[in-house]
């Protein structure tokens, strides 16, 4: 009589060969392969066709947007149709003064923040050297 022990080793072992050895790989059917490649092919042929077919379509498009846009930007752009202003020839003469006085006045207007600076510098250097000399006795 075998033991308990003997029973379940043995069962083990049966477990574990089953499990190493690779089952056989069943060999393919020739014509399930030849019907799958034939499929393969169909696809991809399919696929090059709509590729090709749509770049046929693709340069007309954008051609016709183009035109389309344009068009449309052509036809709302403002046309000025008032007749152009003449300038009086009296404000033409005075031009040339209005000009010179003009340049006389821009170094104002364009240091006069900075001189507004310098200014307030100056009179904070001033305040310290009135508290500066304050401090000594």
Sequence with gaps: MKSWFEKFARAQNEIDGA???????????SDLHDSIMRAVRGA???ETAESKSMGVWLAPAFIVASLAAV??????SP????PKTLVPSSEMAAAPGTALD?????PGMAFAPLSNELA???QD?????QV??????
């Design 19 to 29: 499990l190493r050895s690779r089952p056989a790989i069943p060999q393919a059917d």
């Design 44 to 46: 991809a042929r399919e």
């Design 71 to 76: 068009s449309l930007g052509v036809w709302l």
């Design 79 to 82: 046309v000025d149709v008032r």
């Design 102 to 106: 003009l340049s006389a006045q821009i």
């Design 120 to 122: 307030h510098v100056n």
């Design 125 to 129: 250097l001033h305040q310290t050297t």
């Design 132 to 137: 500066l000399l304050a401090s000594f006795p």
